[in-house]
């Protein structure tokens, strides 16, 4: 695992992930991450897309909702145990029998959880890699709210991988008022390649927002391969830090100061003149 050294004044962290079929374990690995964690607080750890479950199949999956709420339970402890906020990735969120919500919950440091917001696009795509053919919408309900929520970090976004495509969404969570948006991811490694960072960029810069977007990487026990790049981005469109491969930390300073001053000089969201097309 690699760790970056933390400054202190870091408050925003994205764990980079290679998670397996199994909670329990995901969990276990979890623990460990979080023993290693940078001592500044308040801190936000950010965690990516299925960092509870990443499955052969949607079957499987689905089971794991069935008994989401131990793992949530979980979870909440070690938020209250470290004082962290944490942005827990997705986890399935029952929806009924067949289907579950890739879910993306805010939990403050007291354990509480503060938010969620339900992946909105899926992915239901070919990809010419060994999997070829991803159909997340077998097993997941898409969502339907766009999710801003205070936090000592600043307005926080919420999106999930795919969701990064979709620009309507992002100018809707700017107008919102978000400040910092989050991107739990589980990215192709085809796809990473060809189109991660500069969608990442674009969407930091056009939003004029930070962007914190946490990640699988590696090859993993259902046999996907995943990109990795963790990646935090200034609202100039700064890459402030970057992990390409492996597991581990990074962190950076979310500072509104320099992002109003961005806002203030070049007020994009003022000049938009499409705005009766948007949500
Ligand atoms: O299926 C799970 O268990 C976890 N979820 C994922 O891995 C999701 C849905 S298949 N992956 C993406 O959205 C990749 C997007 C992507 O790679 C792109 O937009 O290019």
Redesign the pocket.
């Known amino acids: 695992m690699t760790n970056l050294a933390t400054p202190n004044n870091h408050n925003i962290v994205a764990l980079q992930m290679c998670s397996g079929l199994n909670a329990d374990d995901n969990i276990a690995e979890l623990k460990k991450a979080l023993n290693t964690l940078p001592a500044s607080r308040p801190l936000l750890v950010c965690l990516p897309?299925?960092f509870l479950?990443?499955?052969k199949s949607g079957h499987d999956?689905l089971s794991t909702a069935k008994h989401i709420e131990q793992y949530k339970r979980q979870i909440s402890q070690l938020c209250k145990h470290h004082n962290i906020w944490l942005n827990a990735g997705?986890i399935p969120e029952p929806y009924n029998n067949t289907k579950y919500y890739?879910a993306s919950h805010l939990y403050n440091n007291q354990g509480e959880c503060v938010a969620t917001y339900n992946k909105i696009h899926l992915?239901d795509?070919n990809v010419d890699d060994k999997t070829g053919s991803?159909r997340?919408s077998d097993f997941t309900q898409a969502g339907s709210d766009v999710v801003v929520v205070e936090s000592p970090f600043g307005k926080l976004g919420l999106t999930v991988?795919?969701d990064?495509?979709f620009s309507a969404l992002f100018t809707a969570l700017a107008r919102k008022g978000a400040e910092v948006i989050l991107v739990p991811?589980?990215?192709?490694m085809v796809?990473?390649q060809a189109?991660w960072q500069p969608l990442l960029a674009a969407r930091a810069i056009e939003t004029q927002c930070y962007v914190v977007a946490a990640a699988q990487y590696g090859t993993h026990e259902n046999g996907r391969q995943t990109y990795g790049h963790s990646i935090i981005i200034s609202p100039w469109g700064n890459t402030l830090s970057n992990l390409p491969s492996g597991t581990g930390f990074i962190s950076a300073k979310a500072d509104l100061e320099p992002l109003q001053k961005i806002r203030r000089d070049m007020p994009v969201q003022s000049h938009q003149r499409f705005r009766e097309h948007l949500l």
């Open positions: 897309e299925a479950v990443f499955s999956t997705t890739a992915f795509v991803y997340e991988c795919y990064l495509r991811s589980a990215f192709t796809t990473g189109h």
